[in-house]
T-cell receptor
Framework: SQTIHQWPATLVQPVGSPLSLECTVE??????LYWYRQAAGRGLQLLFYSVGIGQISSEVPQNLSASRPQDRQFILSSKKLLLSDSGFYLC???????????FGPGTRLTVT | AQKITQTQPGMFVQEKEAVTLDCTYD???????LFWYKQPSSGEMIFLIY??????QNATEGRYSLNFQKARKSANLVISASQLGDSAMYFC????????????FGKGTMLLVSP
């Protein structure tokens, strides 16, 4: 069966510091991968998605970037965090031909 | 214009009763998919049910069913026999055929189930 991991689970970072959040998927190959952000009490906003290694599409221009160095690894990064980057970050995967997206446990980021 | 609208910020239901969570959508794509997810307080998003735009019958998954009214562009989630563990945020989402497999989410409805 497929499993999706995210780490860290929680993170507190000062403004201006770098960020690296990691997501890995097990039990499937060539998944579509997604990064979402959820601000407190709000819905999900798609940040990035990837249909293959090195292929990243950005939905919202901002202070963040994403990379996919391996088939089942998706990384969300920032060089300098802003206060507005605080939120709950969720990684998700879907199969190449399937529709449902399956989410990881999320990372709660607080920028101070 | 919002693509997914959930007009109920919060809903209350008693245990064992049925509840309907509303969702309307806006798309010009003839082929699309509609999804419902549950988010408990732990934060994880749990996939509940899927309805394709060409599906003739309403989707059902255990106690969950999707009341799909294509002409009205609505895709309401019906939870039968509510349980205390159903208390959570519920999100409606849509995949348009032109958008790879990206999903657009509504703002969610908080459901509270009381004993």
């Amino acid at each position: 069966s497929q499993t999706i991991h995210q780490w860290p689970a929680t993170l507190v970072q000062p403004v201006g510091s770098p960020l690296s959040l990691e997501c890995t998927v097990e039990g499937t190959s060539n998944p579509n991968l997604y990064w979402y952000r959820q601000a407190a009490g709000r819905g999900l906003q798609l940040l990035f998605y990837s249909v293959g290694i090195g292929q990243i599409s950005s939905e919202v221009p901002q202070n963040l970037s994403a990379s996919r160095p391996q088939d089942r690894q998706f990384i969300l990064s920032s060089k300098k965090l802003l206060l507005s980057d605080s939120g709950f970050y969720l990684c998700a995967w879907s199969s190449g031909t399937g529709d449902e997206q399956y989410f990881g446990p999320g990372t709660r980021l607080t920028v101070t | 214009a919002q693509k997914i609208t959930q007009t109920q910020p919060g809903m209350f239901v008693q245990e064992k009763e049925a509840v309907t969570l509303d969702c309307t959508y806006d798309t010009s794509d003839p082929s699309y998919g509609l999804f419902w997810y549950k988010q408990p307080s732990s934060g994880e998003m749990i996939f509940l049910i899927y309805q394709g735009s060409y599906d003739q019958q309403n989707a059902t998954e255990g106690r969950y069913s999707l009341n799909f009214q294509k002409a009205r562009k609505s895709a309401n989630l019906v939870i039968s026999a509510s349980q205390l563990g159903d208390s959570a945020m519920y999100f409606c989402a849509m995949r348009e055929n032109s958008g790879y497999s990206t999903l657009t989410f509504g703002k969610g409805t908080m459901l509270l189930v009381s004993p």
